[in-house]
């Protein structure tokens, strides 16, 4: 590793302020604005929010592996190629009729066959995490990995439902962080659980749009 890349990650690993008696990094504190605007963005269906996905991402990777939230970490970095292509998504995408990407809900059958990968794949997830690394969560861990990778699909495809599972996964997430002391993240999250509930709503007002307007 170069010295100047050391000392970069040095320096985002140094605390920059203390909150309820626990130091907070610089990086924490970067990825925590950076997330909030991703968010923001995402509510107003603005490709931005890929890019500052990106960024916050490769904080949060930092942060977490330092943690031990393996899969956590490796999710960011999942992450990163997913916005890449959800990125792609929102800027060339196109639904089933070539039409280009609108905010529209996933049929029943869709949303159960989601529903049935992503319950499958947490045991195995969790299985991974407890054989193969010493994180003392793997479960907990496994869970938001793998819901959060549920989500960021439904979300590259415009898909109203990402938001009641962004929901889950943000209140899963802040009982984890909670429990690694990660007191600024478990903020972060609190934060995107009550904006995850506010994009159901928008969103789902955005899928009925279209049809409002080719019924006038």
Not at 33 to 55: D, E, H, S
Not at 149 to 167: F, T
Request: aromatic fraction near 14%; hydrophobic fraction near 60%; charged fraction near 10%.
């Amino acid at each position: 590793m170069s010295g100047g890349v050391a000392q970069a990650l040095e320096w985002l690993q140094a605390a920059a302020f203390t909150a309820w008696g626990v130091p907070v990094s610089r990086a924490e504190s970067l990825a925590f604005v950076l997330a909030l605007w991703m968010v923001r963005c995402n509510l107003r269906v603005n490709p931005l929010a890929w890019p500052l996905a990106i960024a916050s991402s490769a904080l949060y990777a930092l942060l977490f592996a330092n943690s031990r939230l393996y899969g956590e970490a490796l999710l960011q970095l999942v992450f990163i190629a997913a916005a890449l292509w959800g990125w792609w998504q929102w800027l060339r995408g196109t639904q089933d009729d070539g039409r280009a990407l609108q905010v529209r809900h996933l049929d029943r059958q869709g949303l159960l066959w989601l529903c049935a990968v992503t319950l499958a794949a947490w045991p195995l997830a969790g299985w991974l995490l407890a054989r193969l690394t010493d994180s003392d969560v793997p479960y907990a861990d496994a869970f938001t990995t793998v819901a959060s990778l549920a989500g960021q699909w439904l979300l590259g495809r415009k898909y109203v439902q990402n938001w009641p599972a962004w929901l889950l996964v943000n209140v899963a997430s802040v009982a984890l962080f909670a429990f690694k002391g990660l007191w600024l993240t478990v903020l972060l999250y609190a934060l995107f659980a009550l904006l995850s509930a506010v994009g159901w709503r928008r969103w789902a007002r955005l899928a009925r749009e279209p049809r409002a307007l080719a019924s006038a």
